[in-house]
């Protein structure tokens, strides 16, 4: 056949429907980017994670050589219980109750395959990170949402969504949970809610999927509660993710998931990827082994100078235009603007000017919230905060949505 002569594939014919929406991950760099939730290339370990590389190497080639085992290093899996124990509370794990993921996005994604068909409800915060916002809404599950307060998600809120969910006799399957700290608000889930919140998940009968993503950024608190995990109950009905992306990165992929032996079967089985990257797993163990307190207090020290920062440009370049709570962790300010102001539609002119941030909206999984802005502070440096928020404001001049 002459080259080019073949018939135009109709590639309707081949799709599953419905179709997934394409994650917005960020290919452009801006100037200016509040937009990432990543630690910024000015605090990034690289000498030491260089040294921990060439250790591994030298020291597990044997290892890495092979396909990895499904549930990760066993050197890792170590660290990763020792972790748990220390900082969160969490005694009951050994490295069998640890399967090693790609991010902590891959566990999510794997708690989701197990649990979730089209029609299921799931319950979450009323603004929530915009990456579960997306899989939830095309999971085709009923997606029901609870309002927070200074300290978190609303107990009593919940239980009256519970109850009205029973009387139309729908069963939850899980809540999916940010406590400590939310992503985006910043809020801390105090103990007694975590209790109640056990209470409620034993008597509605549901899984609590706790998103622990943040742990390690606590900036303004003595001490975290402890994992929801830990409660009593909870190494039952609660499937804990996690990750290292906050610390080091999250171009390095590794995450993991702590659930029940049943609950990490049923989701080791989805995992059909052949394995994480074992080498970034061992580079990420040995430097861990090495430096994992040091790094955390040095690292929070600078974010806690990053986030004054700004809520100091923000307080002098927009005023009593622009409402937001001290965040006590985290990597993020989730900022008010006066109603009117339509942060959703300033994305792109700000983009476009250098620019980045998210809006509102996208954390909403009913695209509510046009007035709020999420803003990274981890990432850019103090002097890109400082005159970013400044062009920030000129641009929102600039568009007419602020006229002082
Ligand atoms: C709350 C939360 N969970 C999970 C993730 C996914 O992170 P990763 O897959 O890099 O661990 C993010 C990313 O920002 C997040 O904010």
Not at 30 to 38: E, L
Not at 70 to 79: A, F, I, K, N, S
Not at 212 to 229: E, H
Not at 258 to 278: C, F, H, I, W
């Amino acid at each position: 056949m002459a080259k080019g002569a073949r018939k135009p594939v109709n590639y309707e014919s081949f799709w599953v429907v419905p179709q997934l929406p394409v994650p917005a991950w960020q290919t452009e760099r801006h100037t200016y980017d509040f937009g990432g939730a990543n630690p910024g290339p000015d605090v990034m370990p690289s000498a030491d994670l260089a040294e921990a590389a060439k250790q591994v190497i030298v020291e597990e080639h044997n290892e890495i050589v092979r396909y990895p085992p499904t549930y990760g290093p066993d050197r890792l899996r170590e660290l990763i219980v020792h972790k748990m124990k220390v900082h969160r509370g969490i005694e009951w794990a050994g490295i069998d109750e640890v399967l090693v993921t790609n991010g902590s996005a891959q566990g999510i994604a794997l708690a989701m395959q197990t649990t979730v068909v089209p029609g299921d409800v799931i319950i979450t915060h009323r603004y929530v990170y915009q990456g579960v916002v997306r899989s939830f809404n095309a999971s085709g599950a009923e997606i029901v949402t609870v309002d927070r307060d200074e300290d978190g998600m609303r107990m009593d809120l919940l239980e009256e969504a519970l109850a009205g969910l029973k009387k139309q006799g729908k069963k939850v399957k899980f809540l999916y949970i940010i406590p400590s700290p939310q992503n985006p608000d910043g809020t801390i889930l105090p103990l007694d809610r975590r209790e109640k919140l056990m209470d409620l998940a034993e008597e509605y009968d549901f899984l609590i999927m706790e998103d622990d993503c943040y742990v390690d950024q606590t900036l303004d608190v003595d001490q975290m509660p402890p994992a929801i995990m830990s409660l009593d109950g909870g190494e039952e009905r609660v499937i804990y993710i996690a990750t290292f992306s906050k610390i080091i990165s999250p171009g390095v992929r590794v995450g993991w998931v702590t659930a029940s032996k049943p609950l990490l079967e049923r989701m080791a089985g989805y995992k059909q990827d052949v394995g994480n990257d074992y080498f970034s797993g061992l580079i990420v163990a040995k430097y861990l082994e090495d430096h994992m307190d040091d790094r955390i207090e040095w690292l929070n020290d600078r974010m806690r100078h990053k986030r004054d920062t700004m809520l100091a440009a923000l307080g002098e370049n927009f005023g009593p235009l622009v409402q937001v709570r001290v965040p006590k962790g985290g990597m993020f300010l989730w900022a008010q603007f006066r109603d009117g102001i339509n942060m959703s539609e300033l994305e792109v002119p700000s983009m476009e000017r250098g620019v980045r941030y998210l809006g509102g909206p996208q954390f909403s999984v009913i695209g509510e919230g046009k007035n709020y802005a999420r803003l990274n502070y981890s990432f850019p440096s103090v002097e890109e905060i400082t005159n970013g928020i400044a062009k920030l404001a000129d641009v929102l001049r600039e568009e007419g949505a602020i006229k002082e």
